[in-house]
């Protein structure tokens, strides 16, 4: 593990993206991280991998259900005892958001109840992995006129969603913005969201990566990719804008 880490240390891939704006490292709170230990050894890897800055994005959907006050106030929390630990050399932790589900189970109706956005009125949105019969675009439509830029979260890993079909193109031309998961570049969800997710780069159609990190499997797993070839050639060829959040 060490010789690991200080191999990647080295190599510090993630680097040029600064921010890393998807992440479940909120102890206990929905399938990420189970408690805090775990939640700082994922930061410091997160830091490790070049990451500077760590925005906190919990599911909001029907399986968990989390309000935005009790997010806030664990987050807050959260923020107290890394302080108080004393632990240094982690990514600063710049503010919670959330990624919100939108599909036939859960709908956060625009304009009812308070939203945690990411900076610039920025809205992480996800959508069923498995079920393809929920239409989203009339409900993002209304968040849109409200003011908010939505941003899919790992459009790759959607198996009934691909490049060329009108839902892609009507949701670009509506201005929703893409974020593909950096471990489906190294087949962490298997090979069509690998195959996928650098269609979606190559194709200029993926403006922010994403760790999606929610525990040390994942950590582990992004250390890997931090040595694949192609996501290397990626981060030296392509601009991502996660550095302005
Ligand atoms: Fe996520």
Not at 141 to 169: C, Q, W
Request: aromatic share 12%; net charge positive; charged share 25%.
């Amino acid at each position: 593990m060490f010789e690991l880490l200080k191999k990647i240390k080295q190599q510090n891939t993630f680097a040029p993206l600064a921010t890393d704006m998807h992440c479940h490292l909120l102890p206990g709170v929905d399938d990420g991280s189970s408690n805090i230990k775990e939640t700082i050894a994922c930061l410091k890897i997160l830091a490790t991998l070049g990451f500077s800055k760590v925005y906190f994005t919990p599911h909001f959907q029907a399986h968990y259900p989390n309000t935005e006050d009790d997010i806030e106030q664990r987050f807050s929390e959260l923020k107290k005892k890394i302080a108080e630990s004393g632990v240094e050399g982690l990514p600063e932790i710049a503010g919670i958001s959330g990624e919100y589900r939108f599909d036939a189970n859960y709908e956060r109706k625009a304009g009812e109840g308070r939203l945690l956005p990411l900076p610039g009125k920025k809205m992480l949105c996800e959508l069923s992995l498995h079920r393809s019969d929920y239409k989203p675009l009339e409900s993002w439509k209304r968040y849109i006129d409200m003011g908010y830029t939505l941003i899919l979260a790992h459009p790759e890993r959607y198996p009934y969603i691909n490049i060329h079909s009108t839902f892609v193109a009507e949701a670009r031309k509506m201005g929703i913005l893409f974020q593909v998961n950096i471990l489906s570049l190294n087949g962490f969800y298997g090979d069509a969201a690998q195959r996928k997710g650098f269609e979606y780069i190559r194709n200029g159609l993926s403006e922010y990566l994403g760790t999606d990190i929610h525990n040390l499997r994942y950590a582990n797993a992004l250390m890997e990719t931090a040595g694949n070839r192609e996501v290397k050639k990626i981060m030296k060829k392509y601009t991502f804008f996660n550095n302005k959040l």
